[in-house]
């Protein structure tokens, strides 16, 4: 890579991970909680969480159960993904809430607990959110401190229709190695919620492969197992800011997008750069240490930028100690 790209590719990803923990919610995917007593419980409720879930149509409701400190800020966010008759709105019980708003007879409350009631409310314009990215309509919002120490309840409900919907909880942004790691993977999931095929969300990734292979079948008898394995890594790098690339254009759509779209370009640019210093690498006439050297950590960095759904940092690392000797040609 000339060294004018390798500082470009140096400075995007430092702004990734600059950017990146001041944004990121960590995403989780609920488990019954269709009564307080099967309430989905949610651990360190100060860390940022986003949980995905779904509401059958209504009346019906979903609980979320958490612990806090007496003086603990308490703060949730509702949406959902697409403007509809969907419009769910949230009920907080706990000890000591001053009971305020009207809490729908189906919603239950913990006995000996106050309960607020949050309705939700369609906003005119989606939100464009450049981590996932995404769009979404942010429907309704609590923002308190717990008055005691004990169980708070969070219910999302719904009257009628139901639909999916995201909850976030919780202010602090941390993820811990594995949460970090195994994002990409969880963005297909979240795609997956807003009702997107497999197929249509994969379907960057197909391309880059085809065309990939196509161009490797060519010199195929040439190519050692080094030079292979390391190229696919990097057509997996590439396909994957390919994907990202492709769901920036679904989210602008109907959006306003402003410096938001600049940030989610980066979580597309840096894979593609980082593929394209792979393939480059796994292609050269030569493979000594330094070739070694850098494609093991083209696949750390894989991982840290989330290029390559996982599999092609895990396929980079792998190259650095395959063999490089190429066979002649026919």
Do not use: C
């Not at 603990?72 to 009920?91: K, N, W």
């Not at 008055?147 to 909850?167: I, K, Q």
């Not at 790098?237 to 306003?256: H, K, N, P, V, W």
């Not at 070739?291 to 980079?316: K, Q, S």
């Amino acid at each position: 890579m000339a060294p004018r790209r390798r500082t470009a590719a140096a400075v995007l990803l430092a702004v990734l991970l600059a950017v990146t923990p001041a944004l990121a919610h960590v995403p989780l995917f609920a488990r019954d909680g269709s009564s307080p007593d099967s309430a989905f419980v949610v651990e360190d409720p100060a860390k940022s969480w986003v949980v995905y879930d779904t509401l059958p149509d209504g009346p019906a409701a979903r609980y979320y159960r958490f612990r806090m400190e007496e003086g603990e800020r308490i703060y949730a966010t509702l949406q959902v993904p697409h403007a509809g008759g969907f419009v769910p709105g949230m009920v907080l019980a706990g000890p000591g809430i001053e009971d305020s708003g009207t809490v729908p007879s189906y919603v239950a409350v913990p006995e000996g607990t106050g309960a607020t009631a949050v309705p939700g409310t369609l906003p005119e314009q989606p939100e464009y959110e450049p981590f996932t990215p995404s769009k979404l309509y942010r429907l309704a919002r609590i923002d308190t401190t717990a008055p005691e120490t004990g169980d708070y309840t969070l219910a999302v409900y719904t009257p009628g229709e139901g639909g999916n919907y995201a909850l976030a909880l919780g202010y602090v942004e941390s993820y811990t190695v594995g949460e970090w790691i195994r994002v990409p993977i969880d963005v297909v999931a979240i795609h997956r919620h807003e009702g997107q095929p497999l197929l249509l969300i994969f379907a960057p990734m197909i391309a880059v492969l085809a065309i990939g292979a196509g161009l490797l079948l060519r010199r195929r008898r040439s190519l050692s197992l080094f030079a292979l394995s390391g190229a696919v890594a990097g057509l997996l790098y590439i396909g994957s800011g390919a994907m990202t690339l492709m769901q920036m254009a679904i989210a602008a759509a109907g959006t306003d997008v402003r410096a938001a779209l600049l940030l989610a370009l980066v979580f597309a640019v840096v894979p593609v750069l980082l593929g394209i210093a792979a393939i480059r690498v796994a292609l050269r006439a030569r493979i000594g240490a330094g070739e070694r050297i850098a494609m093991a950590a083209l696949g750390a960095l894989g991982l840290v930028a989330w290029a390559g759904l996982v599999v092609g940092p895990v396929l980079a690392s792998v190259t650095a100690i395959l063999p490089a000797g190429r066979r002649p040609p026919p």
